[in-house]
């Protein structure tokens, strides 16, 4: 199986830290040259060398990165030297092990249909093989529906076979619960081969009823850059044929996430069906899934999208036209940037305030430090526990472009939630911008969410943290 890092990307051998650049062979070499006996061992390799095995080993998914850096320092002590003498690398292995151990004891007492894909991280080829056979071996279709969605984004991290058993399973499935399997799988579009990817795709458009044919459709939108141009063209073309706007309107949002795949006539086409559709309720929802594709628009086609959000009349739709686009806010305009921001924090209902500031909270970057102070403020300041936990949430993905002070008041505020969901769900959405806390930050978000009470919550947010911190992680060692 080839290695992949926390995001799903394919690892190469070799690619590394900036202070070193050894390829696989020059590592296979030098070990061919080393004294390895168990005596001795590898005692001859430069301690960069020894590094680099221990980066190379860290630069997998959490799980596999949490039993490999155990088995290296287990097996050599010069390795385990490596590994205790690497501070980053220590960090990260004293990170990881008692939150992987904590989710090892929870994952029996969860139900099968609510391991998700970032859970899938945490776990080694044999639990991965377990969860796939419990999968596979659920009665219940709506059950083994969810199940099947839910380890989509995970497809890169199985082996073939078991890719290969989950799209035959799904493909299996009655039409009512088929279009959610596939919906979920298509975030694992580019670890399928190009026949698993077309009869996904045959089988969406082959749904006669247009709710599943819409909820397939925008599911499959995820994985739109992984496709070849008949493909994508046949999914532009059904969700544009769609005669109900409602479903419509979620063809479009889903395909959002793969507009830079798209060539322009394909985008034009996308936006203007979004633009041209009657019920705000429905626009709003196709300009906030379009957003994720911001980046890939003319400038014209940006200023359309923001005009329209702005203009809609009903705060809740605005609120979340204004959410969807803040996943490409530092593609638009200053004044652009700035107009949303406004409109958000001009939002009366609390709801509604949070749930925009909540989808701003990933474009934070792009906005000045006082815009930044308001979405922080508003946040803290909302009454109700759920609103609060939901803009703090979103705001994690922003943490790195706050001062620290913001970030205290942020980690302080989800932690100070007496719901154990909201809090939950707060915690679990800093996870995302957990590489620019200090590590006491992260270790009381880490202590919080040991003692949540709730098994279901806990291992969502084990899972978050786990994989919010690996993401970073590898970023650094293979930079």
Do not use: C
């Not at 490999?68 to 287990?74: D, N, R, T, V």
């Not at 969810?146 to 799904?170: M, S």
């Not at 479009?252 to 069906?273: F, H, K, R, Y």
């Not at 946040?379 to 970030?407: F, N, T, V, Y």
């Amino acid at each position: 199986m080839d290695r992949t890092d926390a995001t799903g990307t394919l690892i190469k051998p070799g690619k590394s830290s900036q202070k070193t650049s050894l390829s696989s062979a020059v590592l296979e070499a030098a070990l061919d040259r080393s004294d390895t006996s168990p005596k001795t061992g590898l005692r001859n390799l430069p301690a960069e060398l020894l590094q680099e095995i221990s980066r190379w080993v860290a630069s997998g998914s959490a799980g596999d990165t949490a039993a490999g850096l155990h088995a290296l320092m287990l097996s050599n002590r010069f390795l385990n030297a490596s590994v205790l003498n690497g501070k980053s690398i220590k960090e990260h292995y004293l990170f990881l092990q008692p939150l992987i151990g904590a989710f090892k004891a929870l994952k029996p007492h969860l139900p099968i249909h609510e391991i998700n894909s970032q859970m899938l991280a945490l776990m080694g080829p044999k639990q991965r093989q377990e969860q796939v056979t419990a999968v596979l071996g659920l009665a219940d279709e709506r059950q083994k529906s969810e199940a099947i969605a839910r380890l989509g984004a995970g497809l890169a991290a199985l082996e073939p076979r078991q890719r290969e058993a989950l799209i035959t399973a799904a493909l299996n499935l009655d039409d009512d619960y088929k279009a959610e399997a596939i919906a979920g799988l298509g975030a694992g579009l580019a670890a399928l081969d190009r026949s698993q990817q077309e009869a996904l795709i045959t089988a969406a458009l082959g749904l006669d009823d247009e709710e599943h044919k819409a909820e397939a459709i925008a599911g499959l939108g995820d994985g739109l850059a992984a496709l070849d141009q008949s493909q994508q063209e046949a999914l532009i073309t059904a969700a544009l044929n769609l005669d109900d706007d409602d479903y419509k309107a979620e063809a479009i949002a889903g395909l959002g996430a793969g507009l830079a795949a798209l060539d322009q006539s394909q985008q034009e086409a996308l936006i203007t069906a979004a633009l041209n559709l009657d019920d705000d309720d429905y626009k709003a929802e196709a300009i906030a899934g379009l957003g994720a594709g911001l980046a890939a628009l003319e400038r014209t086609q940006q200023q359309a999208l923001v005009t329209a959000t702005l203009n809609l009349a009903d705060d809740w739709h605005k609120a979340w036209a204004i959410a969807g686009l803040g996943a490409g806010l530092t593609a638009l305009e200053r004044s652009q940037q700035q107009a949303l921001a406004t409109a958000a924090l001009n939002l009366a209902d609390d709801s509604h305030k949070a749930e925009a500031i909540a989808g701003l909270g990933a474009g934070l970057t792009a906005l000045e430090r006082t815009q930044q102070q308001a979405l922080v403020t508003a946040a803290l300041g909302q009454i109700d526990e759920g609103a609060k936990a939901r803009a703090l949430a979103g705001l994690g993905a922003g943490l790195a472009a706050l001062k620290p002070p913001l970030q205290q008041a942020l980690v302080t505020a989800a932690l100070d939630l007496a719901s154990v969901g909201y809090k939950a769900l707060a915690i679990a959405g800093l996870s995302a911008g957990l590489a620019a806390l200090e590590p006491s930050q992260q270790q009381a978000l880490v202590k919080a969410t040991l003692g949540l009470a709730d098994d279901g919550y806990k291992a969502l947010v084990i899972a978050g943290l786990v994989n919010g911190y690996q993401a970073s992680r590898v970023r650094d060692y293979l930079r």
